[in-house]
């Protein structure tokens, strides 16, 4: 009852996303973002509180581990979503990407085991660049991200990734009601603490930046178009590369 109840309110959710714009004014070339006074606010909590007093020396602590403990860590995290992005990939109607995903999960589960050693990688047919989300599969439908969201603690976001979000936990509540909840949450830290810790070389981007805010929030839409894609997209100027697109969250 409750995996339907959020499927529900996740599917409600997107019959909304037409109705939150994100669209780019012809004439002057900026992005209508409702919500900006409210995310700024947030920004500025999660920009200049949150993270140098929280997550940046957490951050570095992580990155003082020995690398095989972290990698191995962060593996069996990101192992844990491959079940998620094969459905995704299947509701695209990619297959083939899709047995990517599925094979992955199968190597790395069991020769790597349980997910410290990414055995996949290391064959070019299973490399992959992220993993899928619903709110990837929803973009390569079309559907439209939606107003532009800073929450705190949780970042950015948009309507189609906040239901993007609701869908995945919908995948797999059965597995983490089987195993306690609270386990979910320390692999959402462990992803979280080592996504910040492999962006410690891009702090410069933003901190040279004239508004921090909109260079993040434009690179933010860039990456959510590059996902959608399949890096099927020009990416714009904003000072960043494909790889750092790739690495914002």
């Known amino acids: 009852m409750k995996k339907t109840a959020i499927l529900s ?13 994100n669209t780019l004014d012809p004439v002057t070339g900026e ?22 007093y929280l997550l ?4 570095k602590g992580w990155d003082a581990l020995p ?3 972290t990698t191995g860590i962060s593996n069996v995290a990101n192992n844990l979503d491959e079940p998620v992005s094969f459905v995704n990939r299947l509701l695209e109607g990619e297959g083939k990407k899709a047995i990517v995903h599925f094979n992955r999960f199968v190597i790395n589960s ?43 603690v949780y970042n950015a976001t948009t309507p189609r990734e906040l239901t993007g979000s609701i869908v995945d ?11 306690g909840g609270a386990w979910s949450l320390v692999k959402t830290g462990v992803q979280a603490v080592d996504t910040r810790a492999k962006a410690m070389d891009k702090e410069a981007l933003l901190d040279q930046a004239q508004d921090p805010y909109i ?8 990456n959510l178009e590059y996902r959608a894609t399949d890096g099927n ?5 904003t000072g960043l590369s494909e790889d750092d697109l790739n690495s914002i969250d």
């Open 215 to 222: 260079t993040f929030r434009e690179a933010y839409y860039q």
């Open 9 to 21: 309110t996740a599917l409600c959710s997107i019959v909304l996303l037409s109705g939150c714009t």
């Open 233 to 237: 997209v020009k990416v714009k100027e």
């Open 67 to 69: 690398s095989p403990l």
């Open 169 to 179: 936990t919908a995948y797999t509540y059965p597995f983490w009601h089987w195993v």
């Open 56 to 59: 940046k020396p957490v951050a």
């Open 31 to 52: 992005r209508n973002d409702p919500l900006q006074g409210f995310n700024r606010t947030m920004w500025d909590f999660n920009y200049k509180v949150l993270d140098p």
């Open 110 to 152: 069991t020769f790597g085991l349980g997910g410290l050693i990414d055995w996949a990688s290391y064959s070019d047919p299973l490399k992959i660049e992220h993993q899928r989300t619903f709110g990837d599969s929803l973009g390569s439908y079309g559907v439209e991200p939606g107003a532009y969201v800073v929450l705190p």
